[in-house]
């Protein structure tokens, strides 16, 4: 397990791939830069495709602790940064007047601080670490709401956040910062200048093959090579949501526990809801449409493995 940050785009692509993510070039060495000079990585791309397994591999193949934004709406700084304890307080305020104390001040003073302080995700990434700087991951940040999102330029723009009782609290060594955004809503430009940005696209036929044989290697060469034919060909359709890596990955480990040699109807028939999410979908591709597009697959694949042998 590495402990330094990686000192070239080589190195991190050594780096995702010892923890068994393949990536493209162009998105190792966006990391390599971010990494490089501190500045957080914004990925955005299609639910599914691979960009919160970036900090989950960065915290552990650099042994840092992982601390984890999950956004949604309605997401404030109670929830995201800090909340004072006031059950404990209040049990500090009663002690202190049972003890004869009656300086307002004085207990305003005791009950105001750290050990009151209940730490949210934010202001936990900001604190000393053991084994160094923590990859903080916020994830889905589009679907907070834009007062949260501007709450967030302090904290990226600084690493700092403002508590009015303690006063301003800074990173001594700023965190690894991971921003991802599956687009449902535009990101304003000032967090987005604040970050380097990288487009994360659904994989190529080859990369996502080198990720199956990673992900699920119980999969023949075969079966592997007529699932990934048959997901590249999903996405060029019009469906609501096309499976992304994840179901890919989902869907052959399924595969492998039917005892799948080899696509058939029946089991593509069988499975359609491990990679499509929607009843639409489903019943869009179930029947004919799914035997026409394994078809096409069939031919495609046998092509291939003549054109190999020969």
Not at 94 to 106: C, N, S, T, V
Not at 182 to 208: G, M, Q, S
């Given at each position: 397990?590495?402990?330094?940050?990686?000192?070239?785009?080589d190195d991190t692509v050594s780096l995702?791939?010892?923890?068994?993510?393949?990536a493209d070039r162009s998105l190792a060495t966006a990391l390599f830069l971010a990494l490089k000079l501190g500045r957080p990585l914004f990925l955005e791309g299609e639910a599914g495709v691979g960009k919160t397994e970036i900090a989950k591999v960065l915290s552990e193949s650099l042994g840092r602790k992982l601390i984890r934004l999950q956004c949604y709406e309605g997401l404030d700084v109670s929830s995201a940064v800090y909340e004072w304890n006031y059950p404990r307080?209040?049990?500090?305020?009663?002690?202190?007047?049972?003890?004869?104390?009656?300086?307002?001040?004085?207990?305003?003073?005791?009950?105001?601080a750290d050990e009151f302080l209940i730490h949210r995700p934010l202001l936990d990434a900001l604190q000393d670490q053991e084994g160094g700087a923590p990859v903080l991951l916020i994830d889905e940040l589009d679907r907070t709401d834009e007062p949260f999102e501007a709450f967030l330029l302090e904290?990226?723009?600084?690493?700092?956040?403002?508590?009015?009782?303690?006063?301003?609290?800074k990173a001594k060594q700023p965190p690894i910062v991971i921003v991802t955004s599956?687009?449902?809503?535009?990101?304003?430009?000032?967090?987005?200048?604040?970050?380097?940005?990288?487009?994360?696209?659904?994989?190529?036929?080859?990369?996502?093959l080198e990720i199956l044989k990673r992900k699920a290697p119980g999969a023949s060469e075969d079966l592997s090579r007529e699932i990934v034919a048959f997901i590249q060909k999903l996405r060029g359709m019009e469906l609501f949501k096309v499976p992304g890596i994840a179901e890919t990955i989902d869907w052959t480990q399924a595969l492998i526990q039917l005892d799948t040699i080899s696509l058939n109807d029946a089991a593509v028939d069988g499975t359609l809801g491990v990679i499509l999410k929607y009843q639409?979908?489903?019943?869009?591709?179930?029947?004919s449409e799914a035997q026409r597009v394994l078809n096409q697959v069939k031919q495609e694949v046998g092509a291939g493995q003549q054109q190999g042998a020969a």
């Open positions: 397990m590495a402990s330094t940050l990686p000192t070239s785009v995702l791939e010892g923890a068994n993510y393949v307080q209040m049990v500090e305020i009663r002690l202190a007047e049972a003890a004869g104390e009656h300086d307002r001040d004085k207990i305003s003073k005791s009950i105001f904290v990226l723009s600084d690493f700092q956040v403002t508590i009015p009782e303690l006063g301003t609290i599956n687009r449902t809503r535009e990101i304003h430009d000032a967090l987005k200048r604040r970050c380097f940005y990288h487009w994360v696209d659904y994989p190529t036929a080859e990369r996502e639409d979908d489903i019943q869009k591709m179930q029947g």
